[in-house]
């Protein structure tokens, strides 16, 4: 006998049954779930790219270094790639925050966003870091004392997530943009340029936009 039930068949005409239904009904729902996978995808980026900005308000905003270290894994590390300054696992991570980077920012710091990318599990940043040089800063000038001199530098953060949490940062910059700007490197003598990376690359990229 044949199972005429309306979910396994198309039509009967003729009492001649169509074969199985699944197709559809198949096809709705893996509609449906690679929606949802679409959307988790999209929230999952959003969410990324939120704790990145956590990150950063906790640090030079809200100047608070536990708040900091809550967006971060167990044992995360900071690598300054030019000057090898950061931290290595928590205690140390909190170490550099504490007494070379979280409210020791200059005061008149500024950062100005020029791309974000964000993966599965990682978003890179490339912005431009504006400051005055009136006072020590350990983590990109060690050892030197304030020269007065403005400095714009472009960087790029590497930012990578376990989970919600940052595993760990890589930040690049050009150490002798700055150092030209603070009149420790002459550019007229050696193949380096000062401010005018940060002024191209923000001029290219407002171009771009437009």
Known sequence: MVDLRPREFITVLGGAASWPAKSDSRRERLMK?????????????????????????????DHDVAATMKTMAAEPYVHNVPTLTGGDGHASVVDFYTHHFVGKMLADTRIERISRTVGRDQVVDELILYFTHD??????????????????????VVMKFKGHKVAHEHIYWDQACVLAQIGLLDPSKLAVTGAQQAEALVEKSRRKRA
């Not at 020590?136 to 304030?146: A, C, F, K, M, T």
């Open 33 to 61: 779930k690679a929606k949802k996978v679409k959307k988790a995808k999209k929230v999952q980026k959003m969410d990324l790219g939120a704790i990145f900005d956590a990150h950063i308000r906790h640090e030079f905003v």
């Open 135 to 156: 006072c020590p800063i350990d983590y990109i000038l060690p050892g030197i004392p304030p020269t007065g001199r403005r400095v714009a530098v472009p960087h790029v």
